[in-house]
């Protein structure tokens, strides 16, 4: 199902939103359901209206209305950024295309493995894996300052259904991302990632509260009930290798 989630919403890179209602050869029922529901679901109708590339802009939309994390001049790396809502919603909320002039300029940079279609406002590294060593310089040398006040992760693997494989291959993600994070994150700045939950949530919760001085669990509201999906929010940054090097 994952697979189709992923075909609705890179299906779109680009342009607009569209999804495609053909049934390709080897569906299977418990797909077909799927899809049927995905185009019934109130967030991908709100999607298409307002021309976000991917529903999942809401779940960002949602997390930034109740917390505050963007707002004008801040710098945004957005990993696992394909085909490019959470980048459009930061674009938006950080002013990273001088829509608003009368407040500061922020910068928008998203990474991902898959192709991403142009986005004003925003630059993307793509294709490119996050966990490589020669993304994270690229990453570095993108960032004004060498610096992000503001990491987002939506990445994702590809599921492979087996809910422990899944949930520990993303909990490595983030676990590297937050490795990265020492060197990039300015001190106070924040951390939001998705995870699936499972046996290691409660190690990675722990080094958040750890490296940071806050941190909550998020089931946004678009995020699906019967998906294990949570995000993990973590403010005020305490650490950050970066601020001592230079
Ligand atoms: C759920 S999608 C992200 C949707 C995106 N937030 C949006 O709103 O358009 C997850 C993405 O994570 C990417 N991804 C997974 N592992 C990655 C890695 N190691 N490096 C970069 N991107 C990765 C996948 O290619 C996929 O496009
Ligand atoms: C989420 O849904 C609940 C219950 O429907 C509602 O009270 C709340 O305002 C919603 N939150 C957001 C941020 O949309
Ligand atoms: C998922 O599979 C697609 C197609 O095989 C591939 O292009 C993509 O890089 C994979 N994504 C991840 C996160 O491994």
């Known amino acids: 199902l994952n697979r189709y989630l ?35 679901d109130p967030f991908v109708k ?21 917390h505050r994390i963007l707002r004008p001049g ?66 570095r040398e993108l960032l004004p300052g060498h610096r992000a006040d503001v990491i987002l992760s939506d990445m994702a693997p590809n599921a492979t259904g087996i809910r422990d494989l899944d949930h520990n291959r993303l909990i490595s993600l983030c676990w590297s991302l937050l490795d990265l994070a020492q060197h990039i994150l300015h001190p106070g700045g924040t951390f939001l990632c998705k995870i699936w939950t499972g046996s290691q949530t409660h190690r990675l919760q722990k080094r958040l509260t750890q490296e940071f001085q806050s941190m909550r669990t998020i089931k946004p509201n678009a995020s699906r009930k019967e998906s294990s999906e949570v995000y993990l929010l973590a403010t005020q940054y305490r650490r950050g290798k970066g601020s001592v090097e230079e």
């Open 46 to 66: 709100a999607a298409k209206v307002e021309s976000y590339r991917c529903r999942s802009a809401f779940k960002l939309l949602e997390v930034d209305e109740r």
């Open 74 to 139: 801040l710098r945004v790396l957005d990993c696992g950024a394909a085909p490019g809502a959470w980048s459009q919603v930061a674009v938006q909320s950080v002013n990273a295309a001088g829509t608003d002039p009368s407040s500061p300029v922020g910068f928008v940079l998203g990474v991902d493995l898959l192709h991403i279609f142009p986005l004003e406002g925003a630059t993307f590294l793509c294709p490119a894996d996050v966990t490589d060593p020669r993304t994270f310089q690229r990453i």
């Open 6 to 40: 992923k075909l609705v919403c890179t299906s779109l890179q680009g342009q607009r939103f569209h999804t495609a209602v053909s049934r390709p050869k080897g569906r299977t029922g418990a797909e077909h359901l799927w899809l049927m529901r995905h185009l019934k």
